[in-house]
């Protein structure tokens, strides 16, 4: 199973989450922040805060999202690859 390796906050509320393979995918959540479930994330303080253990990306273990949601996400187009 990959790992996360890094995550690094970008502006316009993009997320790199870069892979240990030396992969990375940049998640662009700005369309996403009027959702129940990504809307704490416009607070620009609360998504700065992003951190990984190397299986999820977390913010103050409030929202959470697996490795393999990142490639889910990824390949339904909702978000797009570097």
Not at 52 to 61: A, E, H, P
Request: net charge positive.
């Amino acid at each position: 199973m990959i790992r996360i390796k890094s995550v690094i906050p970008k502006e316009a509320y993009r997320l790199e989450v870069q892979l240990e393979n030396g992969s990375s995918v940049i998640l662009d959540f700005s369309s996403r922040l009027h959702t129940v479930r990504f809307g704490m994330l416009a607070d620009k303080d609360f998504f700065r805060r992003a951190v990984t253990d190397g299986d999820f990306v977390r913010w103050d273990n409030k929202i959470e999202i697996s490795v393999s949601e990142v490639f889910q996400l990824a390949q339904k187009g909702k978000f797009p690859f570097p």
